[in-house]
Every structure is written in structure tokens, then in C-alpha cells.
């Protein structure tokens, strides 16, 4: 059983940087894809951005150029550094993981929040 548990979520005024962790406990069986997502007060959870274990990644557009997703894989450990952060990007930050199989086994945490307000 894997678990994802995130951190590095806080305050940070408009155009700071925070870097958001995410640990897991237990193997994540290959092929996967991991990735952030997010959900602000009253909207639906939207992708941020994925890394696959080939190396690929993918970002929503509204962050492009300031995230940047990457994996320490001796650590197990899923990063998002945030860079020129905006009052928008305000929301619950989650880690997901997905292991591509049949079937596809899906893990999320539990979520740490980001707030960006001056």
C-alpha cells in the first residue's frame, strides 16, 4: 500500500516561492505518473502538472514558466518548486500518484495548502 504525504504548503506574498514535498511510503510499482493537482474554495480540482517515469512532463498552462515538477527517485520524494506565485495560485495542493496497470491503482494525499496573499 503506498501513502503520499505532502508538505511544504504556507503563506507566501505575491510573487514568492515556496517548494511543496511529497513523500512516499511504500514502492511505487513502474510504469507511473505522478503529479500535483489543486483545488481552490469553490471550484472543481484541476491538474498542475504531471511527471511520468520516463521523464516527461506536463504543466496546465497558467503555470508554465514558474512550477516546475521533479522526483528524487533515491528518495521517493515528488517536488513542486513554485516560483513568482500569484493570489490564484491559492488552493489545497495534492500529491497523486497512478501506477499503470490493469487496473490502474490511483493514490492521492491529503493535501497542504498554499496561500499567496500580501
Known amino acids: 500500500q503506498v501513502q503520499l504525504v505532502e508538505s511544504g504548503g504556507g503563506l507566501v506574498q505575491p510573487g514568492g516561492s515556496l517548494r511543496l514535498s511529497c513523500a512516499a511510503s511504500?514502492?511505487?510499482?513502474?510504469?507511473?505518473?505522478m503529479g500535483w493537482y489543486r483545488q481552490a474554495p469553490g471550484k472543481q480540482r484541476e491538474l498542475v502538472a504531471t511527471?511520468?517515469?520516463?521523464?516527461?512532463?506536463n504543466y496546465v498552462d497558467s503555470v508554465k514558466g514558474r512550477f516546475t515538477i521533479s522526483r528524487d527517485n533515491a528518495k521517493n520524494i515528488l517536488y513542486l518548486q513554485m516560483n513568482s506565485l500569484k493570489p490564484e495560485d491559492t488552493a489545497v495542493y495534492y500529491c497523486?500518484?497512478?501506477?499503470?496497470?490493469?487496473?490502474?491503482?490511483?493514490?492521492w494525499g491529503q493535501g497542504t495548502q498554499v496561500t499567496v496573499s500580501s
Open positions: 497523486n500518484a497512478v501506477v499503470i496497470s490493469i487496473p490502474t491503482l490511483n493514490y
Open positions: 511504500g514502492s511505487i510499482s513502474s510504469p507511473w505518473r
Open positions: 511527471l511520468a517515469e520516463r521523464g516527461s512532463t
